[in-house]
Each structure stands twice: as C-alpha cells, then as structure tokens.
C-alpha cells in the first residue's frame, strides 16, 4: 500500500504514533512501549475492525511469503497471529505443544511470560508444563516478530524464565532469535 495510505487509516486509531521514515512504516504503541516496523509495500489492505473495547481500530494485512498476517492495531494495543510451534521446535523433538490462541495482543504476551517468569521462582512447577508454557511463550514472541515488533522486555522475561528450567526446548535454529537474545543482553548491561 501506498505510505499516505496507511497513515491516513492508522490516523482513525487514537494514541498510536505513526510515521514513515527512510521508506519504513513505525507505528509506535506509546501504552506498550514498543514499534512495529514494517515495509508499506508489505501491507496488502488497512481497514476498520470491531474490537471488543468498541474504540477504534484498524486491521492491517501483511505479506510474509505465501501468508497473509493481521497486525490489528487498537487505542492501546497490538494484536497479532502467534507463530505455529512446528515452525519453531527441533524435528522430531517429542514435546507436548499447549492450545493456542489464534490471535495474542502484546499486553496480554508480556503479562503471561512475565507472570510465569515469577511463578518459576515462587512455586515448584512441573518441568513439562513449563515447557509446553515456554514454547507457547516463544510462539507469542515469534508471531510479534513476524510482524515487526521487537519484544526486548517480553524475550527478557522468557530468557529468564528459560534459564530457570531444567527441561530446555530443543528449537530449530533462528538467527532472529539470537539477534533478539543479544539486544536483551545488550539492555541488561546498560540496566547496570
């Protein structure tokens, strides 16, 4: 779609911070702290959709190969498709994979991995459980990828979470994982 497009029907979304720069598409979430980023040519069709707060919103279509994925963006959220776990986890790994929802908002993302990463600390948890809870976590993440968020804080909290279980996934290579995993070890130095 064309930039003024996109800006035009993002307007109708109050509190969002929209702009384009150097060719980009930002719309910035200022109640989540966080931007997705994305190529305008990208975007198949921006229009209106109820959300259950009955305030404004806008669904965008964004082309990532052959899928089609909804980034719907809301007064104070945004929500996405989770990645698909068979996408993530190691070939013939043997793991028990939880419900997913079909869509995820980042609010509702970061308040589940960060309660998880506190009750890992505060309760003896069954290692499967919170594995199956890890990857449905890290589906969360990926699905935020996909659409050009970058969830620093999230990933933070399912590092941390990660690092507490002994029963570890065994995930497929994912050189966008690691890049994120490095910037979440970047802000923890600068936190010192």
């Not at 068979?86 to 991995?113: C, F, G, K, N, Q």
């Not at 499967?128 to 699905?143: D, K, N």
């Amino acid at each position: 779609m064309r930039s003024y497009e996109l800006t035009e029907a993002l307007a109708e979304v109050p509190g969002v911070e929209v702009t384009i720069r150097r060719g980009a598409l930002h719309i910035h979430q200022p109640a989540l702290g966080d931007t997705a980023t994305l190529d305008p040519d990208d975007v198949t069709e921006a229009f209106d959709v109820y959300v259950p707060t009955e305030q404004p919103a806008v669904q965008l279509d964004i082309r990532r190969g052959h899928e089609i994925l909804p980034l719907i963006v809301t007064v104070q959220d945004l929500v996405f498709t989770p990645a698909y776990a068979d996408d993530l986890i190691a070939e013939h790994a043997e793991l028990l994979v939880p419900a997913m929802p079909t869509m995820i908002a980042y609010s509702e993302m970061h308040r589940d991995v960060r309660a998880l990463g506190k009750a890992v600390d505060a309760e003896e948890l069954d290692p499967q459980t919170i594995a199956a809870t890890l990857l449905a976590h890290r589906c969360f993440l990926r699905g935020a990828i996909r659409v050009g968020l970058w969830p620093v804080r999230v990933a933070a909290w399912w590092e941390y979470t990660s690092s507490r279980t002994p029963h570890q996934i065994p995930m497929r290579p994912d050189e966008t994982w690691d890049n994120l995993l490095a910037d979440v070890a970047k802000a923890r130095q600068q936190a010192i």
